[in-house]
């Protein structure tokens, strides 16, 4: 019998499954199962974003496009970073993936080759690593800090970690799934290490509006010049409830701009042009949607965070950004047995703590994301499941 697995490329044959999937396979078909496990509400797309592509389809906008996205939609990209940030953005930088992962690994194939190290902070969402390892290189975790109800990153521990072969850092902030969010000022000192050590900063800035302490997580694009080793990662998918259309984007110099074409090109040839005409209302229409599910994640995280405390084993940590609770349970050491358990007895699917990478272990992540009335009946469930 031939052996296939050993037939592939080194990494592609042994590359574990997501410890996420798992669950969710696992989980799926349960009748009234409250799935909490991945990174989305339980709202669907707004009719508004919606029929914007209904419209197009309807006009025969169903052909191959431009490959770093519509000007259209890089102007409402401008548009939109323009406002968030308070500084002037041109269109030349933005340019448009098919979803936040595709964004990952173009930056990822553009930097890293065989033998390439790469230092990601853990535990942190395991697809940025397995991007990596795909592409040869060796992603480095390097621990958060928990200390005082918060996590947080380390930043001398990052500095700590770059060796000669170190071509980038990759950093999400706020972070999945501990909430982390970076300052400014570490944000400053990121971008002098990268600056002092001629390093890549790779930027995965999906949750950035998932911000408890302002109205907008502090950004490497406020910090960061235009010329410097920037590459910023981006989705449509959360702050829209649009996970199922798989438009991202990515914020590169505009040197890249024929780079990241021919990495389009070259991989899917682009991003359905309806797609990219509801992505366009979704920046300058989505806001009051955006809003109001932002308002909700805010009192989820409260709902949620007082809810689990009642179990009286759950140890919990308020998260600053993102919208999970990456919570502990007191004498459980075994995150995948138990969120399958939680599975059979609870109903409610979680994600295992040991899917996210070194220091995961003994954690479980619960997206706070959508309705209080589905968590409200989440925390019902689980009390007892835990107690
Ligand atoms: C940290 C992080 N980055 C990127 C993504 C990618 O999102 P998508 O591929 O749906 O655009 C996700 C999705 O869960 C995420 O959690």
């Known amino acids: 019998m031939t052996d296939f697995l050993q037939k592939l490329r080194a990494p592609i044959g042994h590359l574990p499954e997501s410890g996420i999937v798992e669950l969710v396979n696992y989980g799926r078909e349960r009748e009234g ?4 496990w991945a990174g989305e ?4 797309t707004p009719d508004h974003i919606m029929a914007a592509a209904i419209s197009s389809m309807k006009v025969g906008e169903t052909t191959y496009t431009y490959q770093r996205g519509i000007p259209e ?3 409402a990209l401008a ?3 323009t406002r968030l940030y308070g500084q002037r953005f041109e269109m030349d930088r933005f340019y448009v993936t098919g979803s936040g992962m595709q964004a990952i690994q173009i930056a990822v194939q553009c930097i890293v080759g065989e033998g390439d190290e790469v230092i990601v902070p853990s535990p942190g969402w395991p697809n940025a690593p397995a991007a990596i390892e795909i592409a040869g290189g060796r992603p480095v975790p ?3 800090h928990f200390s005082d109800g918060r996590w947080s990153f380390d930043l001398e521990a990052i500095a700590a970690a770059i060796t000669q072969k170190t071509r980038a850092i990759f950093i999400n902030s706020p972070a999945n799934p501990t909430g982390a969010v970076l300052s400014r000022e570490e944000l400053l000192q990121l971008r002098d290490l990268s600056r002092r050590h001629e390093i890549w900063i790779c930027a995965d800035e999906v949750y950035g509006r998932f911000f408890y302490d302002g109205d907008v997580a502090p950004s490497t694009l406020e910090v960061f010049e235009p010329d410097d080793l920037l590459l910023v990662l981006n989705t449509f998918s959360k702050n829209w409830a649009m996970t199922g259309w798989r438009v991202g984007w990515i914020v590169a110099p505009p040197q890249l701009g024929q780079v990241m074409e021919n990495m389009v090109q070259f991989s899917t040839s682009g991003v359905p042009i309806f797609s990219q005409r509801a992505c366009v209302v979704a920046l300058d229409e989505g806001e009051m949607f955006l809003k109001h599910q932002i308002d909700l994640a805010t009192r989820a995280r ?4 007082e809810g689990l405390r009642q179990s009286n084993r759950a140890i919990v940590a308020r998260p600053g950004g993102a919208f999970y609770l990456f919570f502990g349970v007191d004498g459980e050491t075994d995150s995948r047995a138990l969120a399958l358990r939680l599975v059979d007895e609870a109903n409610v699917g979680l994600a295992p703590g040991s899917a996210f990478g070194p220091g995961g272990e003994g954690y479980l992540r ?3 994301a959508g309705s209080l009335e589905r968590l409200e009946q989440a925390v019902e469930r689980l009390i007892p499941a835990l107690k």
């Open 33 to 36: 199962l409250i799935p909490l």
């Open 366 to 368: 619960l997206c706070f």
């Open 73 to 75: 939609l890089r102007q």
């Open 302 to 305: 409260d709902l949620i965070v």
């Open 41 to 44: 509400s339980d709202f669907p």
């Open 142 to 144: 390097v621990p958060l």
């Open 79 to 81: 548009r939109y970073h």
